[in-house]
Each structure stands twice: as C-alpha cells, then as structure tokens.
C-alpha cells in the first residue's frame, strides 16, 4: 500500500514562508507526477504546481514567482517552497502523485493546513 505523507504546514505570517514536503512510501516502482493542490475553505481544490520530472513544472498564476516545487526522486519526496506568502494562501494542501506499484495509480496526501496571517 502506497501513503503519501506531507508536512511542513502551520501557521505564518504575511509576507513569511514555509516549506512542504511529502514522502512516498510503501510499495512504490516508479513515480510519474508529483502535484501540490490546496483547498480553501467553501472553495474548490485547486492545483497549485506540479512537476513530472523535476525539471518540468507548472504552476497557477496565483502562485507564480513565489512557490518553487521541486523533487528529490531518490527520497521519493517533493517539495513546495512558498515564499511572500499572502492571505489568501491559507487552505489545506494536498500531495497529488501518480504511482507505480504493479499498476499506475493515483494517490492523495492527508493533507496539511497553511494559515496565513495579515
């Protein structure tokens, strides 16, 4: 079985930063994508950024220029740096990845709350 651990979430203050990370463990071949969603309170999920290889990313233009996602593939782990951060980051973000382990499949974190204050 296939867990996708994050952490990294908690509370900061306008203008701060922090660091998300998830961990992939378990039975796990190959990782395809590796994503970071958030959830805002009454508000649909949302893709954040996402990554296939490291070097191939995408991010919402909400975010651009002050999120970085990255991922070390031998730790199985991605990562989302969030830099100027702003009110309006606050909501839980959740790990997204396609995972080989005998067939693709897509697995989701538990989630990790980010609150930003003014």
């Known amino acids: 079985q296939v867990q996708l651990v994050e952490s990294g979430g908690g509370l900061v203050q306008a203008g701060g930063s922090l660091r998300l990370s998830c961990a992939a463990s378990g039975t796990v071949f190959s990782i395809g994508t590796m994503a970071w969603y958030r959830q805002a309170p009454g508000k649909q999920r949302e893709l954040v950024a996402s990554?296939?290889?490291?070097?191939?990313?995408k991010y919402a233009d909400s975010v651009k220029g002050r999120f970085t996602i990255s991922r070390d593939n031998a730790k199985r782990t991605v990562y989302l740096q969030m830099n100027s951060l702003e009110p309006g980051d606050t909501a839980v973000y959740y790990c997204?990845?396609?995972?080989?382990?005998?067939?693709?499949?897509?697995?989701w974190g538990q989630g990790t709350q980010v609150t930003v204050t003014d």
């Open positions: 997204n990845a396609d995972v080989y382990d005998y067939r693709w499949y897509n697995y």
């Open positions: 990554t296939i290889s490291g070097t191939s990313t």
